[in-house]
């Protein structure tokens, strides 16, 4: 097996292939060798399940999946890197590599024919610009997943995994709890990287559970609201949603008292259970409204 996180082993290598770093898809490739195992073993790699490797990279955590998992598929967008996996990874059978963009596949269908009868995990190296749209990508497919552990940058570990209702909270924290739990599982310095970016990163795993699902009326709406509201955390609660979503004072107003809060609360103060709460009640308010109108 190739030595992916010896540095003259590496410079071998992508000279061989007249690799070039590219700034724009943020690649960063580890060079700590031991980052890799530990997020294999804590990413669910064993021997029941499948797993989804989002950006190989050079294969250098494939490699430590592929000797834990009973099969590795991992998705490539960079063309260019797919010669060089073909000779990393030319040691493992239960690797299947294919070129492509993840937020192009239906996750669902791909896990479904990659792993059909397998208990399923993800777990990837995300460049820093793309984290959010992949996980909500991955989380919304509705696919049969179990875990997500992912690196991220070290600032949006704590973001996800903020309690909601605290002022680190937004959006995606939302999110991420109406999926599942998030545990920040380790950092990682910047130093364990070649090249090396500017921030820490840390490494995160999402426990898959859709805990609110039963509980919230209008998803779609539910999902719309905490992004409208948070995109303008300056402003109250009432002010931001009668601004983004058409929705008139009066009601949610109403909404706050019914569930015990202030006027003047912003939505960074609510727990989840009020922000559910505080969504199936303007929907009400909205599908009332759209009733009368059709009358």
Known sequence: ??????????????????????????????????????????????????VLEIGPGIGTLT??????????????LDDRLIPILSETLHDFKNVHVIHGDILQFDVAKLLEQEF???KVAVCANLPYYITTPILM??????????????MVQKEVAEKL?????????????????????VELLFVVPRESFLPSPNVDSAVIRISVKKRYEKETRDPFYFFQMIKLGFSQRRKTLVNALSSTMQCEKACILEALKQLDLPP????????????????????????????????
Do not use: W
């Open 1 to 50: 097996m190739m030595n992916l996180t010896d540095m003259k082993t590496i410079k071998g290598l992508l000279l061989r292939h007249g690799f070039h770093f590219s700034k724009r898809l943020g690649q960063n490739f580890l060079i700590d060798d031991s980052i890799c195992p530990r997020i294999a073993e804590e990413g669910n790699a064993t021997k029941e399940y499948g």
């Open 63 to 76: 490699q430590q999946l592929a000797l834990r998992a009973k099969r590795v598929t991992a998705v490539e």
């Open 116 to 118: 059909s009868g397998m």
């Open 137 to 150: 990508h991955l989380l919304e497919s509705e696919a049969n997943i179990d875990s997500i552990t992912v």
């Open 161 to 181: 995994q903020a309690p909601v209702g605290t002022r680190n909270a937004g959006a995606i924290t939302a999110a991420m709890n109406y999926y599942g739990t």
């Open 264 to 295: 003047a609360v912003r939505m960074e103060n609510l727990s989840m259970e009020q922000l559910v709460a505080l969504s199936n009640l303007l929907c009400d308010v909205e599908d009332n409204e759209n009733s009368t109108k059709k009358e």
